[in-house]
């Protein structure tokens, strides 16, 4: 409840700065249930979020927020750091004025054709472009991965990968539309082998998507006691025969969704 008010009051306060369907919210948070809660606002205001990570270069940083955001919230330690004429909205000022925002759930404006998120390529091959994904893209990848590999309200999501990854999705909304849990590791967290194999030997989540590469990591970092309890997922990167072999052993069931 307190997660649902919090992002409708955002979407009013979003709503009083003039954005509406299909414009564009910078999201530059350092991983947190304040980014989550920005996602939600930003979708309830019937706006599309871009997720910026912000281990990112500031250079790229402003680029995307100049290329194609109209707003963009972000914590005041990020405040004025960013080249961009994207208007700022600080969370800090939005917990001030919280007070005076509905808490009501707004009622839904968008068609299934509406853009819903953008995420930006790596730029490898030139400038960094945008990827533009629709409600009806979103709402087909939940349902399908809410039917396989499937998630109930029992289930604990460790949430490892980037913003910027668009897989990040079935970290950060799905388990939501089922009301299961989701655990969330910080910037520096999420790259510690032995702190995620603790969260995941010691019960505290169930369901992880991770690359090979992690789970390789994870490997590499000792883990060789099962964990009968562990939905593993495995995306982003071809997943070696090899290395597949290796995983089942320690786990409850393993997908390939590459």
Same mark, same amino acid.
């Given at each position: @409840?307190?997660?649902?008010?919090?992002?409708? /009051? *955002?979407?009013?306060?979003?709503?009083?700065?003039?954005?509406?369907? #299909? $414009? %564009?919210?910078?999201?530059?948070?350092?991983?947190?249930?304040?980014?989550?809660?920005?996602?939600?606002?930003?979708?309830?205001?019937?706006?599309?979020?871009?997720?910026?990570?912000?281990?990112?270069?500031?250079?790229?940083?402003?680029?995307?927020?100049?290329?194609?955001?109209?707003?963009?919230?972000?914590?005041?330690?990020?405040?004025?750091?960013?080249?961009?004429?994207?208007?700022?909205?600080?969370? @800090?000022?939005?917990?001030?004025?919280?007070? /005076? *925002?509905?808490?009501?759930?707004?009622?839904?404006?968008?068609?299934? #054709? $509406? %853009?819903?998120?953008?995420?930006?390529?790596?730029?490898?091959?030139?400038?960094?472009?945008?990827?533009?994904?629709?409600?009806?893209?979103?709402?087909?990848?939940?349902?399908?991965?809410?039917?396989?590999?499937?998630?109930?309200?029992?289930?604990?999501?460790?949430?490892?990968?980037?913003?910027?990854?668009?897989?990040?999705?079935?970290?950060?909304i799905l388990p939501f539309v089922h009301g299961a849990q989701i655990v969330v590791l910080d910037q520096f967290e999420r790259k510690d082998p032995w702190?995620?194999?603790?969260?995941?030997?010691?019960?505290?989540?169930?369901?992880?998507?991770?690359?090979?590469?992690?789970?390789?990591?994870?490997?590499?970092?000792?883990?060789?006691?099962?964990?009968?309890?562990?939905?593993?997922?495995?995306?982003?990167?071809?997943?070696?025969?090899?290395?597949?072999?290796?995983?089942?052993?320690?786990?409850?069931?393993?997908?390939?969704?590459?």
């Amino acid at each position: @409840e307190e997660l649902n008010e919090t992002s409708n /009051q *955002l979407a009013d306060l979003l709503t009083q700065n003039g954005i509406g369907r #299909n $414009d %564009i919210v910078g999201i530059v948070m350092d991983r947190s249930i304040e980014m989550i809660t920005s996602i939600m606002g930003v979708l309830k205001a019937g706006a599309a979020y871009l997720p910026i990570d912000t281990d990112f270069p500031e250079e790229r940083i402003s680029y995307m927020l100049k290329d194609a955001a109209k707003v963009h919230i972000t914590h005041k330690k990020y405040q004025g750091k960013f080249r961009t004429q994207s208007k700022e909205v600080l969370w @800090e000022d939005f917990i001030r004025q919280q007070s /005076q *925002l509905s808490k009501q759930n707004p009622s839904p404006n968008n068609e299934p #054709n $509406d %853009i819903a998120y953008i995420i930006y390529t790596s730029g490898s091959t030139g400038k960094p472009k945008g990827v533009m994904l629709t409600h009806e893209n979103l709402y087909n990848f939940l349902k399908t991965v809410s039917h396989r590999p499937g998630i109930t309200s029992h289930n604990k999501f460790l949430a490892v990968s980037s913003c910027s990854f668009d897989i990040a999705l079935l970290e950060l909304i799905l388990p939501f539309v089922h009301g299961a849990q989701i655990v969330v590791l910080d910037q520096f967290e999420r790259k510690d082998p032995w702190l995620i194999l603790e969260y995941l030997t010691g019960n505290k989540a169930d369901i992880m998507f991770a690359t090979p590469t992690h789970w390789k990591m994870l490997r590499e970092a000792g883990w060789d006691i099962p964990v009968e309890h562990l939905h593993i997922i495995s995306g982003g990167e071809a997943l070696s025969k090899e290395l597949a072999s290796q995983l089942l052993p320690l786990c409850h069931s393993l997908w390939n969704i590459y």
